[in-house]
């Protein structure tokens, strides 16, 4: 690549980026990001509760919580996480795909995430009390909800493909590395050690693209800010 090529591709990676983000500017993601809030809110406490019991990690004092902390527990269960490497994976996620919800009405996206989230979870710990030897279980995070807006954003993607902005493109790609993780989990797991299938990730995935093949615009196709 001669000097020419090389700033002309340099430009052009400027002016996408530069698109990307103007039009994540101007999205609707105000209840996504304050997901993303709370859950980095929720971590905060964790990382507190492991200092003050003195335990050394964040995931044994979310085990103790899950232990001695009773059925209340369970409804943190979207937010908790098990370390710093955990959260941050998810929020990465959660945040390049939150104008995913521009697409949805203010209740109609509130439907999506309570049922990512409840159906994502529950298969979880499905899959860890059908095959785990252990007597008490925990399952935990909000990637379910990722790998929803992730099939969402791939399905809806492959539909509308002549119209889609960059926006709606990268996160059409998010949702590509979202579909190839669960496959190649389902491989690698099935059938000899079911106990590694990550259940969240696979209904999470289902659910967004079960809603992706079906929406449909309100009115007229969502446009960005260009």
């Known amino acids: 690549m001669d ?24 999205a609707h993601t105000q209840t996504t990001l304050t997901l993303a809030f709370v859950t980095v809110v929720v971590f905060i406490l964790q990382v507190a509760g492991a200092t003050l019991t003195g335990l050394p990690s964040v995931r044994s004092f979310t085990a103790l919580l899950y232990l001695e902390g009773g059925r209340s527990v369970y409804l943190l269960s979207l937010f908790l996480h098990r370390g710093p490497l955990h959260l ?10 939150a104008p995913q919800e521009r697409h949805f009405s203010p209740g109609g996206y509130w439907a999506f995430v309570v049922t990512a989230a409840t159906a994502s979870l529950a298969a979880g710990y499905l899959v860890l009390l059908q095959f785990s030897p252990e007597p008490n279980v925990a399952f935990y995070g909000i990637s379910g909800l990722g790998y929803a807006l992730g099939g969402f954003a791939l399905a809806r993607g492959i539909r509308f493909r002549h119209t889609l902005t960059e926006l709606d493109t990268l996160a059409a790609v998010v949702g590509i590395t979202s579909l190839l993780d669960v ?17 969240g990730h696979l209904v999470g995935l289902v659910v967004g693209l079960l809603v992706g093949s079906l929406w449909r615009p309100a009115s007229a196709p969502v446009r960005d800010d260009q």
């Open 88 to 97: 941050l994976s998810n929020l990465l996620v959660l945040v390049v795909l």
């Open 183 to 199: 496959v190649w989990n389902l491989a690698a797991a099935l059938p000899d050690a079911p106990l590694a299938v990550n259940g």
């Open 3 to 26: 000097g020419d090529e090389a700033t002309a591709s340099s430009d052009d990676l400027r002016e996408f980026a530069g698109t990307l983000a103007r039009q994540y500017r101007t």
